[in-house]
């Protein structure tokens, strides 16, 4: 009689050893590291890209505007006689049972019925807040392309009176050029300073600002009609010379005043974010290091082009008609 073979336990493995799971967390921690920095720039890329686009529809309003006012683009900013001009009546806003009355336009409270209705001007919100009834407006302007690009948060702690929860309701992220008409070194002269008489801008000197024609804009293709700044206009200071460009503020509390707005007025100081697609650099005090290194972002042309740019140099020559070497 055969006997039978007599059978062998196997020894099956349970689960990983502690070298094994090691090993494998190793693995996947060089992985993340190796890519994770690819896809921070394609996000960088695809935020840049949706701001560019931003900013064509943006034209496409100036456009649209342009054909419903004979031809007339609108100013960057309209004041009424109750905010220290002569003439003109306030605009009166209600919003259910709340009434204010706006004493200025901005050059994107022009647009943006083109873009979404319902709409109020956006000195409304600095009047009656962004909640309650007026959550519904500020959302839409919040969610509009007027509202920068993806990358822009807003300006944190605004002045009393100028935003809510936190966020100004002035600084979009979007800044509209003011100088339709300068032509190239005006005016003429190390570091001289450029004059509003000429601009489309409510200066104290004038009661409306002025309005130009469309066609009137000069060099077309390359002035900036609209880029991505810190406040709604370049404020632009001349350079004394062709490096002469200052450092950009922090957007923090204590920049602001004329730190903020305009680098304390030093030449060379213009409102213009020009690391928003790039990389910030360090923070020394109130203003970045002033380094070229990672400056990226768009501006849109009078013709309507659209274009990344990274070399600040070429936004003043943009917006003032400069040519920086």
Known sequence: ML?????????????????????????????????????????????????????????????MYEQDYRGYFPVIKYDFGSNGRTGGTPMIVRVGSQVTTVDSEYWWDFLTPYAFKPWIPTWAFANLGTTGPMAAYFDKFRDSVFWGCPSWQGQVTPPAGWGNGGVSVFETGYIFNIFPTYDYNYPSGVGGQVGYGESAFASPAQTVG????????????????????????????????????????????????NLYYNGSGANGSLNVDRYRHGKYPRAVGDFYVNEKKGQKFNILYVDGHVASVDDVGRAFDAIQMKPYP
């Open 3 to 63: 006997s039978q073979p007599v059978r062998r336990a196997s020894k099956s493995r349970g689960a990983f050893t502690l070298v094994e799971l090691l090993v494998v967390i190793g693995i996947i921690a060089i992985l993340i590291a190796i890519l994770l920095p690819s896809l921070n720039k394609a996000r960088q890329q695809s935020l840049a890209l949706k701001c560019a686009s931003n900013l064509r529809q943006i034209g496409a309003t100036f456009k």
């Open 210 to 257: 002025i309005w130009h024609k469309g066609n009137k804009w000069t060099h077309p293709s390359e002035r900036c009609l609209v880029t991505e700044g810190l406040l709604w206009l370049p404020y632009i200071n001349p350079r004394v010379s062709s490096n002469n460009i200052q450092a950009q503020p922090v957007l923090a509390p204590a920049s602001r005043g």
